[in-house]
């Protein structure tokens, strides 16, 4: 099994996905540099961390999403590959038009960093098998934009097919319909603004992120 995390300038989060992934794992992640042309070859997944790429210039997201790399992270999600966009990772996904919407920001023009519930809407996906859907789960957010918009007929039919994979208990940013986090058609690439490598040990004053790494990474066992 291989494993990724992709730095941009800016990222902060990287290391905490790393580390988590690789507590999981059993295996170091391979690190990523957004300059490099290629991803390297035989990768079974992929993590955009969170984070202020290029300063969230223009906005958040938006220069990370034409990134080289980013090519490269686009074909892989197009081959299959699993992609988690956590944070700023979900911005850049939205931007690169791997997900649907925007993250505009927050409803209150704060920076939000607090440990929010969560109700898991998809425990069918690769990323939450180890969830039971109607869960309530509690995973730290940090970010100044993290308000999802998308318009009636996008969210609708992310509703329709199963495509909300979070939704907040609490709407801390303003959110539409709750969303916290959005799966693509395919079912193979999610973004999510809360953080589930922020909650992986009881050190971290909670371990609900763990189950889906664990989700994830059982689904590869093999690969
Ligand atoms: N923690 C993060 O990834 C922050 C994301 C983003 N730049 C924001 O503040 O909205």
Redesign the pocket.
């Known amino acids: 099994m291989k494993t990724a995390v992709v730095t941009f300038p800016g990222s ?2 990287d290391r905490d996905m790393w580390v988590a992934l690789r507590d999981v794992s059993g295996k170091e992640p391979v690190k990523v540099w957004h300059g490099d042309a290629d991803l390297p070859g035989g990768l079974d997944f992929i993590a955009l961390p ?4 290029y300063g ?1 210039y223009l906005r ?1 997201g938006a220069m990370a999403a034409n990134s080289p790399i980013m090519r490269s992270v686009a074909a892989a999600a197009e081959r299959g590959v699993p992609v988690l966009g ?4 979900f ?1 850049v996904l939205t931007e690169a038009q791997l997900l649907p919407g925007a ?1 505009m920001r927050n409803a209150a023009q704060t ?1 939000i960093c607090r440990t929010v519930p969560l109700v898991v809407e998809n425990d069918t996906s690769l990323f939450a098998s180890a969830y039971t859907k109607g869960e309530t789960i509690r995973i730290p957010v ?5 308000n999802y918009f998308a318009d009636d007929e996008t969210l609708d039919r992310l509703e329709g097919e199963g495509r909300v994979a979070f939704r907040y208990a609490e709407n801390c940013n303003g959110s539409r319909r709750d969303i916290a986090g959005v799966l693509n058609g395919k079912g193979n690439v999610l973004g999510m603004m809360p ?1 589930p490598e922020r909650a992986i040990e009881p050190a971290h004053g909670g371990s609900d992120g763990r189950r889906l790494f664990e989700s994830v990474i059982g689904s590869l066992v093999g690969a």
């Not at 969170?50 to 790429?53: N, Q, R």
């Not at 956590?86 to 990772?89: I, T, Y």
């Not at 940090?142 to 993290?146: E, P, Q």
């Open positions: 902060n989060c969170g984070g202020f790429s969230d958040s956590v944070c700023n990772g911005q993250l920076f940090a970010h100044h934009d993290g953080h």
